[in-house]
């Protein structure tokens, strides 16, 4: 079977090859047409395998304890017998456009074990900072037998709203003792929270946790939650002295129920599904737009005139748009 045969890439994901299936994800989040062609190939013959898996997405404030928190929450549940691929979005080196935070060193007792895979994603110049292809890389990792898929946030900008959209439980990731506890939180943010855990609940810090976790469950309140079945627990944890791990986990399990009940759930995944096609059609257009041969001969004047003040960004912008309707 050839290397560039989709069959080839298919199989070894369902044979949890744990080789091929890092290969099949490079294959996806290649930018080379005839790769994207093939990772297009090999995403849909993988689709009756998936949905399987609880997906979880994971964002929290600079020095909340993601990563240490990941790790304690994948060693809890591989013990428990399931199998957790983590996907970590990184910021992106402004010259290489790879992964500058090495994400396996910060989990280093997490990717030794064999039932865990650790995929450190370049953001790329993808809005939000989510790798452009984390929703296929999902699909794959469930389709390789991962029950459990953990997506890490970059935590800045719009990545939040980015996650959110594309997991059942989307959980806020805090810490106590930072003056105002509502500081460095977006109200936004807390309006798509499924959960908030207050972290680094432990020795002299765990009356400052408690009084924090007070202060956003009083925030959620004036909020009104995005499900008539669910209302977003504020939670305590240590990622280091591993409290608050399982009923974190309980409360991921007791949400699923209450929406598969409901139908939620599967209403949430569809809608999903079409976000996510229309996100596809809006990059693709993107990519024919700067690749057809017509635009990219007038751009750079345009785009000269604009500097100078030529040209006002308004009309450049119509210019651009609807030159190629008058060829």
């Known amino acids: 079977m050839q ?21 099949t994800i490079t294959v996806i989040e290649s930018s080379l047409p005839s790769r994207q062609e093939l990772g297009r190939k090999i995403v849909d013959t993988l689709i009756p395998y998936t949905g399987n898996s609880v997906r979880i997405g994971i964002t929290g404030v600079p020095g909340a304890g993601k990563s240490t928190f990941i790790e304690s929450l994948g060693m809890f549940l591989i ?10 979005v990184d910021p ?50 469930e389709a390789a037998g991962f029950d459990v898929l953990i997506i890490e946030t970059v935590g800045v900008g719009q990545s939040e709203t980015t996650v959110a ?11 106590s003792g930072a003056g105002d506890e509502l500081q460095g939180i977006k109200k936004g ?8 855990a207050v972290n680094k609940a432990d020795g002299d ?8 976790r007070h202060a956003y469950e ?45 139908g939620e759930l599967q209403e949430k995944r569809s809608r999903q599904a079409v976000d996510w096609m229309w996100a596809l059609v809006e990059d693709g257009l993107k990519q024919r737009f700067y690749n057809d041969p017509s635009v990219k001969k007038i751009l750079p004047t345009i785009k000269k005139d604009v500097e100078r003040g030529l040209t006002s960004p308004t009309i450049a912008a119509h210019q651009l748009l609807f030159f190629l309707d008058n060829q």
């Open 3 to 23: 290397k560039d045969d989709s069959q080839y890439f298919v199989q070894g994901v369902l044979d949890q090859n744990r080789r091929i299936l890092a290969k």
């Open 165 to 175: 959209s594309m997991v059942d439980f989307f959980l806020v990731l805090m810490i």
């Open 79 to 88: 013990k428990k017998g399931h199998r957790v691929a983590v996907l970590a």
């Open 189 to 196: 943010v807390l309006e798509l929270a499924d959960g908030i």
């Open 92 to 141: 992106s080196s402004s010259r290489s456009g790879g992964s500058i935070l090495a994400d396996k060193t910060r989990m280093e007792q997490l990717s030794l074990q064999e039932a865990a895979f650790i995929r450190p994603s370049p953001a790329g110049r993808t809005l939000g900072g989510v790798a452009r292809k984390t929703r296929e890389t999902m699909l794959v990792c």
């Open 218 to 262: 009083t925030a959620l309140h004036y909020l009104t939650p995005s499900s008539p079945v669910w209302t977003p627990p504020v939670l305590k944890c240590s990622s280091i002295e591993m409290t608050g791990i399982k009923k974190i986990w309980d409360v991921v399990l007791d949400h699923k129920k209450k929406l598969t009940d409901s």
């Open 205 to 212: 810090n765990i009356e400052k946790a408690e009084k924090a």
